[in-house]
């Protein structure tokens, strides 16, 4: 499952890797690798370049035939500039991340995809039930990282200490007809317990937030943190990535774009109209008619309610929510190691607008969030101005609603 593609003639060559690598800002986790013979490790994708290169087991996909030929094409590269240079494309397994709700139908797939990670060294799957089973599964994949697996909340302590990530993906889904609010009576109760455990044994870590709805969950997070005394600003995200990675797709489809060209920002919140994704910021720049911005915006508002009636009460958005999670996650990972440019946008404390809380591209460093940016939201068209202000009354309410949540939960306690 790597692939090589090389000429006498050509100056690059890609290498695909499908273990590794979320190019920033528009790949996701199992992206390629390109090298250029100019500057070869000017334009990688989340692995981490030293002085030497060997390319054995963690190429863990391919064939013997496979990493013969990788050998061969990079000493071929390093020959022709500089003889003495060799390239190091091994990451360190180092990081310990906590899925919470690793048995549903969101966290079996993340979970998968997160072992997929090198830069994982435990990964800790907890649930109320059934996780024995998805661990041991999971474990027997030929990836670095170490499998355990807790259940119910006597082993939740255990899960939690020690962990740099921790990702939420315990709930309930959404079924057709609900929506995201009709979510939010059992959904907050379980983030408000699993993020109090988080704020006893792991204070310090990243955390995660998918469960629904996102707009009120964070907000709750915040408040149980506040209240523990350990509240970080900006190590407390809403992971919006999958309105991000829909937005690609969608654009890439319409425009016929190269998809791991495409970027779209998408700001505001994760639920309906509070989703704003702003194609007149797409990278590559695009050209779209009023009509296909409003059909695209749509589109990407409502693709979560398109699949929870395709799949006709099956489930909801589990498959890519946990490809976009993984992807999150491993930005994460690479700006814990210290990748410099690390950018996702992400639901977190915000100033720039008046809401306390907003999803925006965010700069992401070894502390958390290290910059807003605020650029995407300067120039806007009519239609994403005039959008972003229908949202705002939206996202401002369940904003309160989850504050108010938590807040009257510290009281009757």
Do not use: W
């Not at 190019?23 to 986790?29: D, K, M, Q």
């Not at 690793?102 to 109320?128: C, E, F, N, R, T």
């Not at 609900?178 to 006893?200: C, E, H, K, Q, Y």
């Not at 829909?246 to 970027?263: E, G, H």
């Amino acid at each position: 499952m790597a692939a090589v593609a090389a000429s006498a003639t050509a100056p690059t060559f890609t290498v695909g890797i499908t273990h590794r690598g979320t190019s920033l800002p528009r790949s996701s986790p199992l992206g390629g690798l390109r090298f250029n013979s100019q500057n070869p490790l000017k334009n990688f994708c989340g692995l981490k370049a030293s002085s030497s290169v060997t390319l054995e087991s963690q190429l863990s996909f391919s064939g013997k035939e496979t990493v013969s030929a990788l050998r061969a094409s990079f000493a071929s590269k390093a020959q022709t500039q500089d003889r003495t240079i060799h390239y190091n494309l091994q990451p360190q397994a180092s990081f310990r991340v906590a899925v919470l709700g690793a048995a549903g139908g969101i966290g079996q797939p993340l979970a998968l995809l997160i072992k997929m990670s090198p830069l994982v060294s435990d990964l800790h799957l907890y649930d109320i039930a059934n996780v024995k089973g998805v661990a041991a599964d999971i474990s027997h994949c030929n990836t670095p990282s170490q499998v355990r697996d807790f259940t119910g909340a006597a082993e939740l302590a255990n899960c939690l200490k020690g962990v740099d990530v921790v990702v939420i993906p315990a709930g309930v889904p959404r079924k057709p007809g609900m929506t995201r609010d009709d979510l939010f009576n059992i959904n907050a109760g379980i983030v408000r317990d699993l993020v109090s455990a988080v704020a006893d044994n792991c204070p310090g870590a990243f955390i995660h937030i998918i469960s629904n709805p996102v707009n009120s969950t964070v907000p709750i997070a915040a408040e149980v943190l506040k209240q523990k005394g350990v509240y970080d600003p900006k190590k407390l995200f809403g992971v919006t990535t999958l309105d991000v990675v829909r937005a690609n797709t969608f654009v890439a489809q319409r425009k016929n774009l190269k998809l791991i060209d495409v970027d779209v920002p998408v700001v505001g919140g994760h639920a309906g109209i509070t989703i704003l994704p702003l194609l007149s910021k797409t990278k590559p720049s695009a050209s779209f008619t009023d009509e296909e911005i409003e059909e695209l915006t749509v589109r990407i508002q409502n693709a979560g309610t398109e699949v929870v009636e395709a799949k006709a009460g099956a489930g909801s958005a589990t498959l890519s929510m946990a490809y976009a999670a993984a992807r999150f996650v491993e930005s994460s990972l690479r700006a814990l190691d210290g990748d410099g440019d690390v950018y996702e946008c992400s639901f977190v404390q915000s100033d720039l607008t008046e809401l306390p809380f907003f999803a925006s591209r965010v700069k992401l460093g070894r502390k958390g969030v290290e910059a807003l940016i605020p650029s995407d939201l300067i120039g806007l068209i009519e239609y994403e101005q005039k959008a972003l202000e229908a949202l705002k009354p939206e996202l401002k309410a369940s904003i309160e609603k989850g504050i108010a949540f938590a807040q009257k939960q510290t009281v009757a306690a």
